[in-house]
């Protein structure tokens, strides 16, 4: 059985390489299934039996170019698609191996700019300075936290933080943080957080996509130990991220999620179930990331910050409002004060 798979497997992709026509390439549709049934981790073969078939029936010297091409395809078959020329490991275990090497990246931890951390420059700009005036303006108002329609968050003290969940999208906006997609990423796990931006690469998600990213991570799974998890720590920051509807909703507003799916609840199911069961270990790529992100939520001056800027400033009429009401109690509190003055120190009459 083993046999005749290893002669399917040779056979389609010979014949894709060489653009032969035949029965199975003539509808488009039906290579791609092909495709992605040959890369579900149970339909998995040894390679070796592979490699010997085409020893016997091709050129021993045009393996190497085969090899590559496999590599190439594998590459563009990935969940976002690697731009880089990649090269086939020594040894390939099966077709999900070769796919992961040459689709997943195994990059630096991501870039974490700490809230707490100082720059200049950084300081000066207008969104800080503009962030300075309303910390200021809570400081000396005292605004209470109030939450309309919702129960509060809580608040991730140093007892219970834990470097293996984040908040929600919808939590996460409420305490101030801001979703971009990243403009011009290194790779799919390029993400970024920095006082209070977070920074995800764009995200494609399709009926081919879901089967092989959870072929993906269970790869992963069973080499724990053996290779990096970064997939199983993606595929976990997505599940924070996403708990309902509304989280999609945010996060394909904000332009970092395609659904080319049928309903944003078949994306939700998908996040919350792509990495069910997966062992996440405490130094895990994104560790130092979920633990910044804690850290921003915690803080109750960030959640006090956001609620004025949603309460008070979400549209130019509300902040038109807010600014006349402080100018009417500036005045008021002159008038009081010049009020009290006159009757202390009356004028001295001439």
């Known amino acids: 059985m083993m046999l005749l798979d290893g002669c399917f497997v040779l056979e389609y992709f010979l014949k894709w390489r060489e653009g032969n026509s035949n029965s199975i390439f003539e509808v488009g549709w039906n290579s791609a299934f092909i495709l992605s049934d040959l890369l579900l981790l149970k339909n998995q073969i040894p390679f070796f039996i592979v490699e010997k078939l085409y020893e016997i029936g091709m050129q021993q010297d045009d393996q190497m170019h085969f090899l590559n091409y496999l590599a190439t395809v594998m590459a563009a078959r990935g969940p976002t698609g690697n731009p880089n020329l ?13 796919c992961y090497h040459c689709s997943v990246p195994n990059p ?24 300075f005036l309303l910390d200021l303006l809570i400081r000396v108002l005292r605004f209470p936290v109030t939450y309309r329609g919702r129960p509060p968050l809580i608040p991730f003290t140093t007892r219970n933080r834990s470097v293996m969940v984040i908040p929600c999208a919808t939590e996460l906006q409420d305490t101030g943080v801001k979703f971009r997609p990243k403009l011009t990423p290194r790779h799919m796990f390029d993400i ?10 764009r995200l494609s998600i399709t009926d081919d996509t879901k089967p092989l990213f959870a072929n993906l991570v269970a790869f992963e799974q069973c080499k724990l130990g053996e ?10 920051f997505l599940d924070s991220l996403v708990n309902t509807q509304k989280d999609v909703m945010i996060l394909q507003q904000c332009g970092i999620v395609e659904n080319c799916l049928s309903s944003e609840e078949e994306l939700t199911n998908f996040f919350n179930q792509v990495g069910e069961g997966a062992v996440l270990l405490d130094g895990h ?15 109750s001056w960030n959640r006090q910050r956001a609620r004025l800027l949603r309460d008070y400033f979400s549209s130019p009429w509300a902040a038109i409002s807010l600014i006349a009401a ?14 009290v003055y006159a009757y202390f120190v009356p004028p001295r009459s001439s």
Do not use: W
Not at 227 to 236: D, Q, R
Not at 285 to 297: D, G, H, S, T
Not at 326 to 339: H, K, P, R
């Open 285 to 299: 790529f994104l560790a130092e990331l979920f633990i910044e992100v804690n850290e921003y939520c915690e803080s």
């Open 86 to 98: 990649p090269t086939p490991p020594s040894t390939i275990h099966h077709l999900v191996h070769l």
């Open 192 to 201: 970024s957080f920095d006082h209070g931006v977070l920074e995800i690469p």
């Open 227 to 236: 290779i990096n998890a970064h997939l199983t720590s993606f595929a976990s």
């Open 326 to 339: 402080l100018i009417l109690l500036v005045l008021t509190c002159v008038q009081s004060f010049f009020a």
């Open 108 to 131: 630096e931890r991501p870039v974490v700019l700490s809230s707490k951390s100082f720059d200049l420059s950084r300081m000066l700009s207008p969104s800080r300075i503009k962030y």
